[in-house]
C-alpha cells in the first residue's frame, strides 16, 4: 500500500519522485522510451522484467533501468514497516531539454571514461539521495534550474560508478530505444505466475497484439503454450524429485494446486500422484 508519494516536474512531466509503501506491495513500472533510476532506502524488495526474474534488492541500492515494463514486490520480511524508494526518470525528451547539443560529448568523453580506475563509491549515490531528501523536505526551494542540476549530477556519478549498470548505454539506448524481445520475455517467465496481460506489458505490446505476435512465433495460443509446457516441467519434476504435488505446481507458476491437478489431469489422462506411482523407481 502506497502510503505517501511526493513529485517534482520537469517541463510538465515527472522527473524525480518519492514513494512510501508497506507491505505487501505489488508496483507495476512502465517506462516506455524512458529509463530509470531508482533508490531503495530498505531491503525487501524483488524485481522482474523481460530479462529479470525475482532479482532482489538490498537496503540502499540503486537499480538502473531500461525501457520496459518492470514488477516490484515488496516482501513481507522487511526491517521496517514501510519502505522509501526514490525514483528519477531519464526520459529523452527532458534529457535534451537539460543537455542541449551537450549530450554527445558526455557520451563520447564517458566511454574513455570507463577505463578509469577511479569509481564513485556507495557513500557518494547515498550523499547525493540525501541531497534530494532536502529538496523533498524544501519543496518551495525546488526550480526547474536545480532540477536540471541534479539530473547532470547524478549521471555524472553513474558514469563514475562501476556498481551501476553503464549510464552511457541506457542514454544511447534511450535515443534509440528498442522492443523487448517476445522471445525473451517469455523464456524468462515461462513459470513465472504472471497473466497474459502482465506478460504482453513486458513485451512492449498491447493484449491483442501479443496474442497475435505470439501466434506467429510458436504458432500456438499463450495460455495453451504455456500451460503445455508447464506440464512438461511438472512431469519431470515428479520424475527426479520428492517434492509435493502443491510445492510442483508453485514451482512452475500456478497459484492453485487443485487447478494444476485439474490441467494436469486433463494433458495426461492420470492425476500428478498417479504420474508418480507409475514413473517411480
Do not use: W
Not at 75 to 93: F, G, K, M, Q, R
Not at 120 to 145: G, K, Q, T, W
Not at 187 to 212: C, Q
Not at 225 to 252: C, F, G, P, W
Amino acid at each position: 500500500m502506497i502510503l505517501n508519494q511526493s513529485n517534482f516536474e520537469y517541463k510538465g512531466r515527472e522527473l524525480i519522485s518519492r514513494v512510501t509503501v508497506t507491505a505487501p506491495f505489488r508496483k507495476e513500472g512502465i517506462f516506455e522510451n524512458e529509463g530509470c533510476f531508482l533508490y531503495f532506502k530498505e531491503a525487501g524488495f524483488k524485481m522482474q522484467s523481460s530479462t529479470l526474474k525475482d532479482m532482489p534488492i538490498k537496503s540502499k541500492e540503486a537499480v538502473l533501468l531500461r525501457c520496459g515494463t518492470y514488477y516490484f514486490d515488496l516482501l513481507n520480511s522487511v526491517d521496517s514497516d514501510t519502505v522509501d524508494v526514490l525514483a528519477i526518470h531519464l526520459v529523452p525528451e527532458q534529457l535534451k531539454a537539460i543537455y542541449g547539443d551537450e549530450l554527445p560529448a558526455i557520451i563520447e568523453k564517458s566511454k574513455t571514461a570507463k577505463q578509469s580506475k577511479v569509481v564513485a563509491s556507495e557513500n557518494i549515490i547515498a550523499r547525493f539521495i540525501e541531497s534530494l531528501e532536502f529538496y523533498f523536505e524544501n519543496p518551495d526551494l525546488v526550480s526547474e534550474d536545480i532540477l536540471e542540476l541534479k539530473v547532470k549530477e547524478l549521471i555524472l556519478l553513474l558514469i563514475q560508478t562501476k556498481n551501476i549498470d553503464s549510464i552511457v548505454d541506457l542514454i544511447s539506448d534511450l535515443y534509440a530505444p528498442k522492443t523487448a524481445q517476445l522471445r525473451k520475455v517469455i523464456d524468462t517467465h515461462l513459470f513465472s505466475n504472471f497473466s497474459a496481460d502482465e506478460l504482453a506489458k513486458m513485451s512492449n505490446l498491447s493484449l491483442s497484439s501479443f496474442k497475435r505476435e505470439f501466434k506467429k512465433v510458436y504458432n500456438d495460443s499463450p495460455q495453451n503454450y504455456i500451460n503445455t509446457k508447464r506440464i512438461e516441467k511438472a512431469q519431470i519434476l515428479l520424475k527426479s524429485t520428492a517434492l509435493s504435488v502443491s510445492d510442483i505446481a508453485y514451482d512452475i507458476g500456478f497459484n492453485d494446486p487443485q487447478y494444476f491437478t485439474r490441467l494436469f489431469t486433463k494433458h495426461t489422462g492420470i492425476t500428478p500422484s498417479e504420474f508418480r506411482n507409475q514413473n517411480s523407481n
